[in-house]
Every structure is written in C-alpha cells, then in structure tokens.
C-alpha cells in the first residue's frame, strides 16, 4: 500500500521532530537532556495523588469513573472560575471548558476559527505544538513583527486568529512588557481578531513582578469577558503533573459553548478521575505546589545563566527569563543549529533543540533552546560547560 498516496493532503505538514529521532538511535540515559520541556521528576506529588485518588475511589469511586460533562467536571470549573475572580475579572464556570492538556485548548480554538488558508498571527519564534495544531487546520502563518507600536498591519488585517505567550515564552524565555500587553490588546479591538494567549508558565516567575495578563487588559477594555476577544488557555502540567493531561480554556461564554461542541465530536470529555484529582490537589494544595516547582526551577535557571556568562565564547548571547523553563540562545553566524543540535547530542551528550522548530517558515539556524527545567544544576553546568567547548570548536 502506497499510504502517502491515501493520506489526506493535510497530512504532508505533519512531520516527524528530527531530535526525536535520532534520539531514539542513542543511549539516552548517559544524556544531559536539555532539550525537552519536562517538569522535573521531584515535583510531581505522587504521594498527594495516591491518597487524593484513595479518598476519591473510596467516597465517589462510581461518579469518578463514570463519564464528565463535555464542559468540563463542576467543582473544577467551579474553582478556576473562583480563581480567576478572586484574582482578575469577574468570571463564571460558563467562561470555562476543560481539555485534555492545553495542547487540546490550541487544537480545539484552531478548528473553531480556522478554515483551510486562514492565516494565524504569531510572535515568531514560538510554541511548536501550537505551529502543529494549527498546521491539521490548513492555516497559514504571519508574523506580527517585534514592535508593536509598529506591527506588521497586515498580518493583523488579513488574519483569523492570533496566538501570543505573554509570560516566560516557549521557547524564548521572555515576557511582554504592560505596555506592549495593551498594545497587543489595542491591536485586537482594533482589527477584531480573536486570539489565543497561552499561559501555560505563568505560575512559574522566578524574578520580578507579576503582570496583567493581555486577557485582563481587554476584559477591562472591553467590560467584561464576555465581550472579549481573549482566548487564555492554561494547564496543570508544569505545576501538578502533566500525565494528568488537564489543562482549560477561559473566554467568551457564547464562544465557549461553540468550542465545547467541537470537543465533543473529538473525545466527547476529558478523564473525571484525572479531572477530581486535579481539583483537589489544585483546590488544597495549588500554592504549596508552585511554590515548590519555582524553589527547584529557580537556581537552576539561575545556574545555567551564570554558566553561560562563564563559559560561552564571545558571539553568543542569550536571554534572561524570569520564569517557566527555557534559555534561547543565538549563535554566531557560522555556526547551523541543526547541526549544532546534532553534534552535541553524539559528541557532547547533551540534547537541545534547534531554533528551526519553533519558526512556521524558514528561520531559526541561529537560534537554539535550552531548557533547564530537568535537569539539577551540577548537570545543568556540565552541559553547558560542554556546549561551550563544542561551539569553539566549529
Ligand atoms: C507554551 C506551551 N503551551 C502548551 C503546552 C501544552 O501543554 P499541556 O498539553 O501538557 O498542557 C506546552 C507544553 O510544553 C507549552 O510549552
């Protein structure tokens, strides 16, 4: 059978992560892996989750294994909605859905606004799992330029959908100011474009203080979040436990409802029983457990960058996040990511990823991600110390 022939024509961008494999061709356990975006072993909370799952089965064991509402489970809208009022905005379990990951938010926001040739504004480089999402809708893409006092007025124009991180970027590490915040919440209004603010890391701050997210500002703009244009999507990954795959949409209620139709024909609801564990943890337990992803996350972050300041050769810079888990490098000019990523891997033993991923079209051979989220920092050190002597050498 000729499958590239059956295929449907959508399935020519769907395409295997080069990293992933040749990792697979390499012992991986002598690796210092500073190419994945993985919490690290010691956050998750499987003592918490044990009893909190006992105490479930034991006291609500049929409702916990029956199916959820497509909207979510209650109580768990319920507390995000409490969240975000006590927060932000006045905001209502209407204003909510609950998907499996937020990876399954950007899927689904995609199919709702995307048909095929509709163009996405993004801020270039940027999530990859948001480039794939888009990518099975057929979009294309367009970048909204760097300076928002002067963005690319046509990527705006000509767009369907926006998709933005405003804190601690995948993969770059960085945040938006407030004032490039309301700017890109000025943009919005102006060309009624509906758009994605994803913030997945927004726990995770490290330095600094916390900011208005661009959903806050509109809502304000606008008076109220059913008037909106905002789409943030959230997750427990980064700060209970990925496997759980729970993650939620906020918005406009009247779009929340078109959305959670849509999830109905793709898996009809996400897991309950991940869905009450998540709430309890997250009801009793939220603080105490970002508290102790940023107390692990901080002296790494801080170790690699003072590892980078000691030994990267002169050409080479960096940013300086103050939060979530990534570290992006740029390269001198001579120097190709792609091969940069693969010689560290079998020379060096430490996996990164290549700038090339994170950009829609051509781009990124100057660019490379680290993420320092896995690893402790002795290693963290060791890689770089690595690295280092690897790009010397080219
Ligand atoms: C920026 C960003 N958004 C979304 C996700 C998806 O996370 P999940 O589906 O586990 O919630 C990730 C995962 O690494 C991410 O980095």
Same mark, same amino acid.
């Given at each position: 059978?000729?499958?590239?022939?059956a295929?449907?024509?959508q399935m020519?961008?769907?395409?295997?992560?080069?990293?992933?494999?040749?990792?697979?061709?390499?012992?991986?356990?002598?690796?210092?892996?500073?190419?994945?975006?993985?919490?690290?072993?010691?956050?998750?909370?499987?003592?918490?989750?044990?009893?909190?799952?006992?105490?479930?089965?034991?006291?609500?064991?049929?409702?916990?294994?029956?199916?959820?509402p497509?909207?979510?489970?209650?109580?768990?809208?319920?507390?995000?909605?409490?969240?975000?009022?006590?927060t932000?905005?006045?905001?209502s379990?209407d204003?909510?859905?609950?998907?499996?990951?937020?990876?399954?938010?950007?899927?689904?926001?995609g199919?709702?606004?995307?048909?095929?040739?509709?163009?996405?504004?993004?801020?270039?480089?940027?999530?990859i799992?948001?480039?794939?999402?888009?990518d099975?809708?057929?979009?294309?893409?367009?970048?909204?330029?760097?300076?928002?006092?002067q963005?690319?007025?046509?990527?705006?124009k000509?767009?369907?959908?926006?998709?933005?991180?405003a804190?601690f970027?995948n993969?770059?590490?960085?945040?938006?100011?407030?004032k490039e915040r309301?700017?890109?919440?000025?943009?919005?209004?102006?060309?009624?474009?509906p758009?994605?603010?994803d913030?997945?890391?927004?726990?995770?701050?490290?330095?600094?203080?916390?900011?208005?997210s661009?959903?806050?500002?509109?809502?304000?703009q606008?008076?109220g979040?059913d008037n909106?244009?905002?789409?943030?999507?959230?997750?427990?990954?980064k700060?209970?436990?990925?496997?759980?795959?729970?993650?939620?949409?906020?918005?406009?209620?009247?779009?929340?409802?078109?959305i959670t139709?849509?999830k109905?024909?793709?898996?009809?609801?996400?897991?309950?029983l991940?869905?009450?564990?998540?709430?309890?943890?997250?009801?009793?337990?939220?603080d105490?457990?970002c508290?102790?992803?940023?107390?692990?996350y901080?002296?790494?972050?801080?170790?690699m960058l003072?590892a980078?300041?000691?030994?990267?050769?002169?050409g080479? @810079?960096?940013?300086k996040? &103050?939060? /979530?888990?990534?570290?992006w490098?740029t !390269?001198?000019? $001579? +120097?190709? =990511?792609?091969?940069?990523?693969?010689?560290?891997l079998?020379?060096?033993?430490?996996?990164i990823?290549?700038?090339?991923?994170?950009?829609?079209?051509?781009?990124?051979?100057k660019?490379a991600?680290?993420?320092? @989220?896995?690893?402790?920092? &002795?290693? /963290?050190?060791?890689?770089?110390?690595? !690295?280092?002597a $690897? +790009?010397? =050498?080219?």
């Amino acid at each position: 059978m000729d499958w590239n022939s059956a295929f449907a024509t959508q399935m020519n961008r769907v395409k295997a992560s080069e990293i992933r494999e040749r990792a697979k061709t390499i012992d991986l356990s002598a690796v210092i892996q500073l190419g994945g975006g993985l919490p690290d072993r010691a956050i998750l909370p499987h003592p918490l989750v044990q009893s909190v799952c006992d105490t479930i089965l034991k006291t609500d064991g049929e409702a916990a294994l029956q199916y959820a509402p497509s909207e979510g489970y209650g109580p768990l809208r319920e507390w995000l909605a409490a969240y975000v009022t006590k927060t932000e905005f006045p905001c209502s379990p209407d204003n909510i859905l609950i998907t499996n990951g937020s990876q399954q938010a950007l899927d689904l926001i995609g199919r709702v606004f995307l048909d095929v040739g509709d163009q996405v504004v993004l801020d270039a480089p940027t999530f990859i799992g948001a480039i794939r999402a888009f990518d099975l809708t057929g979009a294309d893409y367009a970048d909204i330029g760097s300076d928002f006092n002067q963005p690319n007025e046509d990527s705006l124009k000509n767009s369907s959908l926006g998709y933005f991180q405003a804190d601690f970027s995948n993969p770059g590490g960085t945040c938006y100011s407030e004032k490039e915040r309301t700017l890109l919440s000025d943009l919005v209004n102006r060309y009624s474009l509906p758009i994605i603010e994803d913030a997945c890391y927004t726990p995770l701050r490290y330095e600094g203080e916390p900011l208005p997210s661009i959903q806050a500002i509109n809502v304000a703009q606008n008076g109220g979040i059913d008037n909106s244009l905002v789409f943030r999507t959230g997750t427990f990954s980064k700060t209970i436990a990925p496997s759980l795959r729970v993650g939620w949409i906020i918005g406009p209620k009247e779009a929340i409802r078109k959305i959670t139709l849509v999830k109905q024909a793709c898996d009809l609801s996400t897991g309950k029983l991940a869905q009450m564990i998540a709430h309890s943890i997250a009801s009793q337990h939220f603080d105490s457990q970002c508290e102790k992803a940023v107390a692990t996350y901080k002296p790494r972050c801080a170790a690699m960058l003072k590892a980078l300041r000691e030994h990267m050769p002169d050409g080479v @810079s960096w940013t300086k996040p &103050e939060g /979530g888990f990534y570290i992006w490098l740029t !390269l001198p000019d $001579l +120097i190709d =990511s792609k091969d940069l990523a693969n010689r560290s891997l079998t020379e060096a033993q430490v996996s990164i990823i290549s700038g090339h991923a994170f950009f829609p079209g051509d781009g990124g051979a100057k660019y490379a991600r680290l993420s320092f @989220s896995l690893e402790p920092e &002795e290693k /963290g050190t060791e890689a770089i110390k690595r !690295l280092s002597a $690897l +790009i010397r =050498s080219m």
